[in-house]
């Protein structure tokens, strides 16, 4: 059966939700076009009722949209391929962009609901795009000449486990293995959109510092650039069903699970796509510092994707 994708935009900035298909490993050429036009559209794009996916079935529609990479950098312990994003090892409320402290930032996340609780255990997702285009000219300025740092040993992990009764022995060995390696990269503030061409702020809560300011004036920074990706415009805020797929486009938002959920155990299950190396706006790529991330993730180009679509029926 052919499927035909209908679009339904959610808000103005960001946001849409796809009907009509079924998620399968066998989606034709005309659908993972019109998936991926959603995405690059509408930054993060759901589907509803998809009951028959499973894990395998979940990695088979990544590799119609792309290349997928590991679950994870340095989380291998719960599986190679799919991540589990489990509320008994971690809560991430804390607005990021995920894996950019390695160079090879993921093009896209799938993550699809598997347990939920009964209430709360909402994902809200921003626009990085509306962010960057909202900047008034003297901050604009100043961010496209601006290189951060991004860090998987940064201050948000350290406090989680201060926050955490120091007994929970699966909180500390999770942190332990996130950071069992540690990355460091300098990326741009703004990314050129490999994509679309069009200019991305590139922050989150693996920013370390800024290049070239202290650890004072680059956390005051941080909070004013953050404060204007995260206005309420420019988010949609989503409540999961079981039977839910969401994928975003990783190198043009942020997320923040918001742990509204009170004890309740909540999982969904993520596999990520491999992206490529960041470009700022006068050419220049992101630069590792410390850490290599090949094993992670081959560095996938939008002409690769071209390419893989182009042999799709």
């Known amino acids: 059966m052919t499927n035909s994708p209908v679009i339904v935009k ?4 960001i946001g849409a939700r796809v009907d009509g298909v079924r998620l399968d490993g066998d989606l034709d050429r005309h659908t993972v076009t019109a998936i991926n036009d959603a995405l690059l559209t509408h930054k993060v794009i759901f589907f509803r009722g998809q009951h028959h996916v499973d894990d ?11 290349t997928p990479t590991l679950a994870h950098p340095t989380v291998l312990s719960r599986g190679t391929d799919v991540l589990p994003i489990d509320s008994r090892y971690d809560k991430a409320n804390s607005w990021h962009t995920d894996v ?11 993550l699809r609901a598997v347990t939920l609780p009964e209430y709360g255990g909402t994902t809200t997702w921003a626009s990085t795009e509306a962010a960057y285009d909202q900047l008034p000219e003297p901050l604009r300025l100043l961010v ?19 926050r955490i009764d120091q007994s929970a022995d699966t909180i500390r060995a999770y942190r332990d293995e996130f950071v069992s390696d540690v990355y ?14 069009r200019r991305v702020l590139l922050l989150g809560h693996f920013v370390k510092r800024f290049v070239g300011l202290g650890s004072a004036e680059s956390a005051t920074l941080l909070a004013l650039l953050q404060a204007r990706v995260t206005r309420l415009e420019n988010t949609i805020r989503w409540n999961w069903q079981l039977g839910d797929l969401a994928i975003w486009d990783n ?28 470009v700022d706006v006068h050419g220049a790529p992101s630069r590792v ?9 081959e560095v996938v180009t939008p002409s690769g994707f071209t390419a893989r679509l182009a042999a799709v029926p």
């Open 10 to 13: 959610l808000g103005a900035h």
């Open 100 to 110: 950019t402290f390695v160079d090879r930032v993921p093009k896209a996340s799938l």
């Open 184 to 197: 460091e990269t300098e990326h741009p503030v703004v990314r050129i959109h490999p994509e679309t061409g």
């Open 289 to 297: 510092i410390a850490g290599d991330a090949s094993h992670y993730s």
């Open 144 to 162: 496209e000449n601006l290189r951060a740092i991004h860090t998987n040993d940064y201050d948000y992990v350290r406090d989680v486990d201060e």
């Open 56 to 66: 395998d079935t979940q990695l088979a529609v990544a590799r119609t949209l792309g």
């Open 251 to 278: 190198r043009a938002t942020q997320h923040y699970a918001v742990s509204d959920y009170d004890d309740q155990y909540r999982r969904l299950s993520r596999v990520t796509l491999a992206g490529d190396i960041p």
